[in-house]
């Protein structure tokens, strides 16, 4: 199979010159954590900017110093299961797909997953359960935001799973909640977290409550996980097939999702990046 037959044609794109601000704006709207780039007024592929590009250089504005110049990328006759490879080995969650100099489509996790996994023998009859990651971060319910997400950071995590008194699942915030939720408060050019490190601040529950997303500090509301987390959350089971577990998660449009035991406990999550190695395979 072809990367042709199953990328994004329609592809999303942002060209150079650009700001900040009109990438964010796009990726809101759109929903969406990577654009292609391209030079104004063509579809000359120039380059890939991610939302954790925006992160790692708050205090640049320009496009064409966030964006990450000559990506990889792959075209429209490349093997699948290579395109699968590389986004593997090199830990992408998407490729542009070129033809010559030119953007003509995207390919992602989600495309390759559905392509080679969803419906198909052996995965319609393969249990996920060896390839469920046991490192679960949680965090209780009626923990402060602001140290949710300090906790979140901390763990180099995207997603924390919220638990109630009893130990019981009750919901879940990813790093895109934060960003959602965050309140500009000030025109700013610091670093990306405020620590809580200078002399006239002491360090507490909300030492830690601020990030950047554009060139303006935001701030976490003052409100506890419980009251911004993601109730309805939806999750599989350690025996429910590979097959099944990408048509869940690509009909909810997740990258991950908590998984239970027979018993109905919380032993784990599990990634689409956990199953790109079986299509590779």
């Given amino acids: 199979m072809k990367v042709a037959d199953c990328m994004q044609s329609e592809v999303v794109h942002v060209s ?28 000359i592929l120039v380059g890939m900017v991610t939302r954790t590009d ?10 064409a110093m966030l964006m990450v110049r000559d990506p990889i990328t792959v075209n ?12 593997y080995e090199k830990k992408f969650r998407r490729l542009p ?51 949710a997400y300090m906790i979140l950071d901390m763990a180099g995590q995207n997603a924390l799973i919220v638990l109630n008194e009893n130990g019981g699942v009750t919901g879940m915030i990813t790093v895109n909640d934060f960003i959602r939720l965050s309140e500009e408060t000030v025109e700013n050019n610091v670093s990306t977290t405020f620590s809580g490190t200078e002399n006239t601040v002491d360090w507490g529950w909300t030492s830690k409550e601020f990030l950047i997303v554009t060139r303006k500090l935001l701030k976490l509301p003052s ?41 109905g406990n919380l032993i784990g999550m599990i990634e689409d990046r956990d199953l790109l190695r079986l299509a590779i395979e």
């Fill in 54 to 63: 925006l992160l790692k250089k708050t205090d640049e504005d320009q496009l």
């Fill in 97 to 147: 797909v070129v033809k010559g100099k030119e953007l003509v489509g995207l390919i992602s996790i989600p495309d390759v997953l559905g392509s080679l996994l969803e419906g198909k023998s052996p995965f319609d009859e393969m249990h996920i359960r060896d390839r469920v990651s046991r490192q679960i971060v949680s965090v209780w319910e009626r923990t402060p935001l602001s140290l």
């Fill in 76 to 87: 429209p006759d490349t093997d699948i299961v290579e395109a699968a490879r590389i986004m």
């Fill in 16 to 43: 150079v010159p650009g700001t900040r601000e009109n990438v964010l704006q796009i990726m809101a709207e759109r929903q969406i954590n990577g654009l292609p780039v391209v030079k104004k007024g063509t579809k």
């Fill in 223 to 263: 409100v506890e996980v419980r009251e911004v987390m993601t109730k309805n959350i939806i999750n599989v089971t350690e025996v429910t097939t590979v097959s099944d577990c990408v048509k869940i998660l690509r009909k909810h449009d997740l990258d991950q999702a908590p998984v239970l035991s027979a018993a």
